[in-house]
């Protein structure tokens, strides 16, 4: 780096109180996906007084870039969407519109991305690469991530490599955590529709009992996972709904069941949609029904790229030092949409700590979530010295 680290913690910790103060105001205003229309015009208008160009991309999300346009362009990228909880904590800034409220740190996530360019737009000149800025709208919702890349997002100029974060409650904040490798599960949802005969509960052998069906298909998608799956293989099949029936005294002619599968990979995922499609089908057909499957795929599995996790280990220990870094040993059945970038393009993720010491922080999507807001300054710094090492 041309720049000591003593010369980039006074800058990070003048931006950090500007990013706090930033979050708290993003806080206060959470939109849930697609519908981001304040918080894109406060990240638009806070870009701006940095000097930083921006482009709206979709209707809700924004790139932006700094830095050396002749260097390779590497990106960072921040999901920008609240959830509709309604906030229960007692914080000063809490969410003032009813039902909603950013429970997944996504208000954090912009603010560090912000208060990252707030750092690198006053040493421009010593930057030897192009940083582009991404604000995705949509994480929880739709996969913005998908539609940001069929957008452009990583053109114009290429993205090279690309690094995303979530803020991470059980693990304090001052300390990042890495996963080499496989990191978030994929996701598929699963549709079945069963088909049967109504009839009269007075003569169940004129009719074919759909709700009899759908019963048997959910005990029996029961022993995908422990009957089919290596026990060295991660997956979850979960069963969400079941829809059937109008009536006591009435044999149900139609029934509906809807689940998710869970998998690290493509093998195991192919597996879980054939041995549903299999239960649905043929337990249908043995009682008399007729059971018709549809799979509507979610988000792919995260998978680091180890060359670049090394980067951000590399800065984290720089600037954190080493005894901060949590090695994280396996893998969550979660899922996250930072996963299509990783597709596309070299990179990485990371959790940034957002815990309180001693205390029992409460988890993501609660809705007395909270953060310890001394994350975003590590934030920061952290993505401030990735940007500057060579």
Avoid at 100 to 119: E, R
Avoid at 159 to 173: D, L, M, T
Avoid at 246 to 273: C, H, M, P, Q, V
């Amino acid at each position: 780096m041309d720049i000591t680290l003593s010369e980039i913690k006074s800058l990070v910790d003048e931006a950090a109180l500007w990013a706090i103060d930033l979050r708290r105001e993003l806080h206060k205003w959470p939109e849930i996906g697609n519908q981001e229309y304040r918080t894109v015009e406060i990240i638009e208008t806070e870009l701006g007084k940095l000097g930083i160009e921006s482009e709206k991309i979709l209707s809700t999300g924004i790139v932006a870039c700094l830095g050396d346009k002749e260097g390779e362009c590497i990106a960072f990228r921040a999901d920008i969407d609240g959830l509709p909880i309604e906030e229960k904590t007692d914080l000063p800034f809490k969410s003032k519109r009813k039902g909603y409220m950013h429970a997944c740190g996504h208000d954090v996530h912009t603010s560090v991305i912000l208060g990252t360019a707030s750092v690198l737009s006053k040493i421009k000149q010593r930057i030897n690469r192009q940083i582009k800025l991404i604000f995705q709208p949509a994480e929880e919702t739709t996969g913005g991530a998908k539609r940001m890349i069929e957008a452009g997002c990583l053109k114009q100029p290429d993205v090279s490599s690309i690094y995303g974060f979530h803020v991470k409650p059980e693990i304090e904040a001052g300390k990042i955590g890495i996963k080499y490798g496989k990191v978030h599960a994929s996701s598929v949802t699963f549709c079945i529709h069963i088909k049967g005969v109504a009839s009269h509960g007075a003569i169940p052998d004129c009719g074919v009992d759909a709700l009899l069906v759908a019963c048997q298909i959910v005990n029996s998608l029961q022993t995908i996972v422990s009957r089919s799956v290596s026990p060295l293989d991660a997956a979850v099949v979960t069963v969400g709904c079941i829809k059937s029936g109008s009536a006591a005294n009435i044999i149900a002619d139609s029934a509906y069941i809807e689940g998710t599968l869970r998998s690290l990979d493509g093998k195991t995922k192919k597996l879980l949609k054939t041995k549903v499609e299999l239960i649905a089908i043929h337990t249908a057909k043995a009682l008399g029904a007729y059971a018709r499957v549809d799979f509507i795929e979610g988000y792919e599995a995260l998978v680091n790229h180890d060359e670049n996790l090394d980067l951000v280990k590399k800065a984290a220990t720089l600037t954190l030092g080493k005894n901060n870094i949590i090695e994280i040993e396996r893998p969550t059945m979660g899922v996250e949409d930072f996963s299509f970038y990783l597709n596309e393009v070299p990179g990485a993720f990371f959790f940034l700590g957002s815990g309180f010491p001693n205390k029992d922080n409460p988890p993501l999507h609660s809705a007395n979530f909270i953060i310890n807001e001394e994350c975003i300054k590590t934030g920061i710094m952290l993505l401030t010295c990735l940007t500057l090492q060579k």
